[in-house]
């Protein structure tokens, strides 16, 4: 989960972060005028990045990779915007 988080750049917010977890909730942690969220949207829009599209949040083709598990245990929790 913490490997998604690392590619939304602090955007989105996970509910495993709250208190009380609900590890099924996700949430935009940021204005929509935000110039992060706009990046990471397109980042992450594999219709528009055909030569990324195996390497956006969630179908990386190795999460368990040495450099994105480092990413993911510094990550610090984004709970609000």
């Known amino acids: 989960m913490r490997d998604i988080l690392v590619d939304c750049e602090g955007t989105v917010a996970w509910g495993g972060d709250l208190k009380p977890a609900k590890a099924s909730h ?12 706009a990046r990471v949207a397109e980042k992450l829009d594999t219709s528009r990045h055909r030569e990324f599209r195996a ?27």
């Open 55 to 81: 390497q956006t949040a969630g179908t990386v083709a190795d999460p368990a990779a040495p450099g994105r598990r480092v990413k993911a245990r510094r990550l610090r929790p984004v709970t609000t915007g």
């Open 26 to 37: 996700f949430h935009i942690a940021v204005r929509p005028e935000d110039r992060a969220l």
